[in-house]
């Protein structure tokens, strides 16, 4: 594998013109080192082929003996017969390396142009009929978005994308709503008491974590944000220290001579007196902003317009708290490190699957404006510590599926279809042993008419099966290319049981005409 020397008629590196070829090597080196088992790195080694750069030389090969007389080398009849056997060896993994480098190319071409819409729009819609492959498409863009690279295994990916934040997968159903995908209102009992808090949801979650990369990625942000970042976790171990007091001791911790620290909750510290029946609270949000405000004065609390509204009317509570937290610094002689350093911009990739199931207006609610102005703050309907803002970053991209075929479920409306770009993903024939391609070309005469010419060339028109109503368009409900993969089932099985039973209901349901019934009843025949 030579990253230096190789010529190009294009804008590739060397060694992104090798990646494909390295790629394989790694996804097919245990079947490789049975077909050579005497192979091994003689110059390099695996880490360089996952990570290549300009001018490295990676060999796989092995040593053999050569004779030298004087100034003459040569080998012995024996070396120069296993050459032979091993040229003869060699062949076999030539080919499931260009064959594997070939994949590469060819899934990096039917996803470049959808991952193209997608960093650029930020939401993509991929549509099409059952069966076409769209969730396995999206997981395929967001594992090389994440990691550069689809895996052909796909229990491998499966267990990339599950063991990495950057990626989340949720499915939409009918009653999905607000509070279950931006936030809402949660039970929680404490000490007996029912409490109701405001938490985020699925996507509030993920768009913070993703926004705390992007915060950190950008030059003009990244020494505040670490400021900020250390400012929160000294927080997170003041609460810490106060809760340990305050299960260790049975004296009061005061913070005026009526007044104490009575509870931690995840959002704040809570304080209390003798003489009161509900307790007040300090938002953890609003200690961090303070401190970070250099607030030395009660006064100026009441000053500072970014804390929350309470905060007005008891400053003396929160400039105590914020004292005490000063104290803590001081007493523990922590000191924040000036060192900062830019992270790496990440991919954040959340697939919401059957995304038209719900009611999506209800869902996103006013998410439909931060969508199209990322990095905006927008308010939500709900607030955390008196602060109702949510914010979208640019690095969190949205990936829906939908059915078109499904007519039970609400479509998308204009005002959020213009936010998202929309991909039709449709049947085609796969390269593929267990692929029943001549029952998948019978089916698919029951949508279009030209099925052999869109087989030659994928950008065609579809023309319309005489079977198919005229309401409905081939590219919306034909049946995808998935049913006809054979592996855990047999055809037989699946055609009666799978098959056949979603055609009678598109005959039903008038997406077939009735004269299709003879042609599906036959199809085994």
Known sequence: FNSQYVQFANDMSPAEYMRPFMNAFILNESKIRTLIPTYD?????????????HDDYVLFGKKIKILKNNLEYSIDDIVF??????????????????SGKNNSNKISMQNINLIDILTKKKQLILQGPPGTGKTFTAKDMAELLIYNEISSDKKV?????????????????????????????TAKSTDNKIEYITENKVLAKFAKLAAENWKLSSSDTVKFVAIENW???????????LLNYLDENDEKLMITPKVYISRITDNSIRYNSDAWEVDGGVPVSDLLKMYLAGITQRREV?????????AKSLATYWFKIL???????DDNKLKYDEVVSLSEEKKYILIIDEINRANLPAVLGELIYALEYRGEKVESMYDIDEDNSLVIPPNLLIIGTMNTSDRSVGHIDYAIRRRFACVDILPKILDDENFEADYFKKVSELFIANFDEYVENQEIILVKSQYLSEEFRPEDVWLGHSYFIMKDIDFVTRLKYEIKPILKEYIKDGILKQSAETFINNLLL
Do not use: C, W
């Not at 017969?81 to 260009?98: A, G, R, T």
């Not at 990339?160 to 995908?181: G, M, V, W």
């Open 41 to 53: 790195f003689v110059i390099g080694n695996r880490n360089m082929l996952l990570n290549p750069s």
């Open 81 to 98: 017969d296993e050459i032979i056997q091993d040229l003869k060896l060699q062949f076999l993994p030539y080919q499931i390396i260009f």
């Open 157 to 185: 990916q499966k267990k990339r994308l599950e063991e990495t934040d950057q990626f989340k997968l949720i499915q939409f159903h009918p009653a999905y709503s607000y509070e279950d995908f931006v936030r809402g209102i």
């Open 231 to 241: 400012v929160q976790s000294t927080i997170d171990d003041f609460k810490e220290y």
């Open 302 to 310: 009441k000053e500072l317009a970014t804390l929350t509204k309470t």
């Open 323 to 329: 004292e005490l937290f000063k104290k803590y610094i």
